[in-house]
């Protein structure tokens, strides 16, 4: 949700960026805008209120509501957003958007997990060195900060990517 909350944005922190997916939908149907802000604000409220671990609580009330609400949102995104998308706007609409999404979300995200995995790999290295219970709780610290960005990157996993299989998992 995440992701799709910074495509739709064109931001890294909730902010609706001037060119972005928001900005164009709202210049041709603003209350589809706003209902869409809602569902995926609704959707990853439900998702953070899922009781942790995660996995322990798939079965959970709290996990049903989540995926319903993430169904509603893939729901609105397929029906109402993609009919503006597909019949009300042209190709070179889109072209300062993508600047934006690329410049604003994919950059920085590919940054910060380079940053990161540079870091988990420091980590690594060090208690192949020097083996240790604090420099082990360090690798699983540096490990887990590393997923986040790199969760996040997932979504970027179109074109070439997706077409020529560059993500083998």
């Keep these: 949700i995440g992701s799709i909350k910074n495509a739709y944005f064109g931001s890294l922190d909730g902010t609706?960026?001037?060119n972005s997916v928001?900005?164009?939908?709202?210049?041709?149907?603003a209350a589809l805008d706003i209902e869409v802000s809602a569902a995926i604000?609704?959707?990853q409220s439900y998702i953070l209120a899922i009781q942790q671990p995660?996995?322990?609580?798939l079965g959970s009330p709290e996990a049903q509501t989540a995926i319903e609400q993430c169904v509603a949102l893939?729901?609105?995104l397929k029906n109402k957003v993609k009919a503006i998308i597909d019949g009300e706007l042209k190709d070179a609409d889109w072209q300062p958007v993508l600047d934006q999404y690329v410049d604003n979300v994919v950059l920085p995200t590919y940054k910060d997990?380079?940053?990161k995995n540079t870091a988990l790999y420091n980590a690594v290295v060090a208690f192949e060195k020097n083996p240790s219970n604090d420099?082990?709780?360090?690798?699983?610290d540096a490990w887990l900060t590393a997923r986040k960005p790199w969760e996040s990157s997932e979504a970027f996993l179109f074109g070439p990517v997706a077409d020529k299989g560059l993500d083998k998992l």
């Design 16 to 18: 609706v960026n001037a």
């Design 22 to 29: 928001s900005k164009m939908i709202a210049s041709k149907d």
């Design 41 to 43: 604000a609704t959707a």
């Design 54 to 57: 995660f996995r322990n609580s």
């Design 74 to 76: 893939r729901d609105l």
């Design 113 to 115: 997990l380079s940053e």
């Design 135 to 140: 420099a082990f709780q360090k690798c699983a």
